[in-house]
C-alpha cells in the first residue's frame, strides 16, 4: 500500500511538473525590463501561462539565439530593432507565423514571408540636461553636425553599434545623411568618436544618465527620452535638423523554440487590443491600428526622417559592424 502511495505520489509530481512547463513560454525580449514585465505579467494574468524572459540588447539577443541554434532556450523575441530581425532570419533563427491578428499592421511594417512584424516605430533624437549644458556654458545639439563641436568633446553618450541595434541605427542613419556615402559616414563617425565619452551596452542606458546629470547629452531614441521627461527629468529633446533614421521594433518566433504553441498564444496576444493600448502608452507610435497613442509621443509626421533601405542595411550589418569596430571601437 505504502509503495502504491509513492508511485501515485511521484505520477502526481511528474503530471504537475508537465503541467506547469505547459503553462509556460521561454522568451528573449530587448524591451526595456519595465515594459517588458507590465505586458508579460498583464499576459500571465490574462492566460494562465507565464512568460520566463530575459532582457537582451538587440544584438545580443541575436548573438545568443545564434549560439543556442541548435537547443534554442526561448521560443519567441519581443522587440528589438527590426534589423535584428531581419538578420536573424537570415541566419535562420527564426521561423515563419501568420497571426490572425496581423492584417491590422500595415504591410510595409511586416515581413513579406512573415518571418518577424513590426510593433512600433521609434526616431532618433538628442537628450540633453539642461542644468548641466547650462553650467557647462553650453546649448543642446540641434543636429548631427552640431555633435561634432569641439566643445562638446567627453560630454556625449550613445550605445555601442556592435552590440545595441539603436546605435547601429545611428551609423546607417549617418550613411543616409551623407547621400549613402559610405567613407564619408565613417568619417563622420571617427569625428563623433572624439566626443564621446562612453559606448553603452543598451541604446536606452545613454539617455538614463542624462535624466541624472551623469553625463549632459546622449543620442536615443525619442521615446525613451519623453519617458524620462515626463517622469520629471530636466531635459530637452531635439530631433536632428538634417533627417532621422527610426526604428521598427519587431516580434519573431525562434525557429526550434522548445514552446511553440505557447509562443503563438504570446505572438497573438501582443498584437491584440489589449496588449496593443499598452505599448502605445510607452510614448512610441504603435503600428497596429487597433492601438491609441500617447500623446505627447512624437510621430513620424512629426520629424524629418531620412529614406531608410531597411533590407540593405540588415544585410550590410555585419561588414560595417565590422569596419565600425577595426576602424573606432578597437581604438577606444
Not at 130 to 152: F, H, N, Q, T, V
Request: glycine share 8%.
Amino acid at each position: 500500500m505504502k509503495r502504491f502511495a509513492l508511485i501515485l505520489t511521484c505520477i502526481v509530481s511528474v503530471l504537475a511538473l508537465a503541467g506547469a512547463q505547459a503553462k509556460s513560454v521561454g522568451a528573449y525580449t530587448t524591451l526595456e525590463e519595465p515594459l517588458a514585465k507590465q505586458l508579460f505579467d498583464q499576459f500571465e494574468k490574462e492566460t494562465g501561462i507565464h512568460v520566463n524572459w530575459q532582457r537582451l540588447a538587440g544584438g545580443e539577443a541575436e548573438t545568443r539565439m545564434e549560439a543556442e541554434k541548435a537547443n534554442p532556450q526561448a521560443s519567441i523575441w519581443v522587440g528589438g530593432v527590426g534589423l535584428n530581425h531581419m538578420s536573424a532570419k537570415a541566419k535562420g533563427l527564426t521561423t515563419p507565423y501568420v497571426s490572425r491578428l496581423a492584417g491590422n499592421t500595415p504591410a510595409q511594417y511586416r515581413d513579406k514571408e512573415n518571418y518577424w512584424i513590426g510593433l512600433y516605430v521609434g526616431p532618433l533624437g538628442f537628450i540633453s540636461n539642461d542644468k548641466r549644458l547650462a553650467e557647462l556654458g553650453l546649448k543642446p545639439p540641434k543636429s548631427w553636425a552640431d555633435l561634432l563641436k569641439p566643445e562638446y568633446k567627453g560630454y556625449i553618450r550613445m550605445g555601442n553599434p556592435s552590440v545595441t541595434g539603436t546605435a547601429y541605427n545611428v551609423l546607417t542613419t549617418i550613411r543616409y545623411v551623407f547621400n549613402k556615402d559610405e567613407e564619408k559616414a565613417f568619417d563622420y563617425m571617427k569625428k563623433l568618436d572624439v566626443n564621446i565619452d562612453q559606448y553603452t551596452k543598451s541604446g536606452a542606458a545613454g539617455g538614463k544618465s542624462v535624466a541624472i546629470g551623469e553625463i549632459p547629452i546622449a543620442i536615443g531614441y525619442a521615446h525613451d527620452m519623453v519617458k524620462l521627461k515626463v517622469e520629471g527629468a530636466p531635459v530637452s529633446i531635439n530631433i536632428p535638423t538634417e533627417g532621422t533614421g527610426y526604428e521598427v521594433a519587431s516580434m519573431s518566433l525562434v525557429k526550434g523554440g522548445k514552446d511553440p504553441v505557447n509562443a503563438k498564444k504570446l505572438y497573438d496576444w501582443i498584437l491584440s487590443k489589449t496588449a496593443q493600448d499598452i505599448i502605445g502608452s510607452w510614448y512610441v507610435v504603435p503600428l497596429s491600428k487597433l492601438a491609441v497613442k500617447n500623446p505627447v509621443a512624437f510621430s513620424l509626421e512629426d520629424v524629418k526622417t531620412v529614406k531608410q533601405d531597411l533590407q540593405w542595411d540588415a544585410d550590410n550589418k555585419p561588414r560595417l559592424v565590422e569596419r565600425w569596430n577595426k576602424e573606432i571601437g578597437s581604438k577606444r
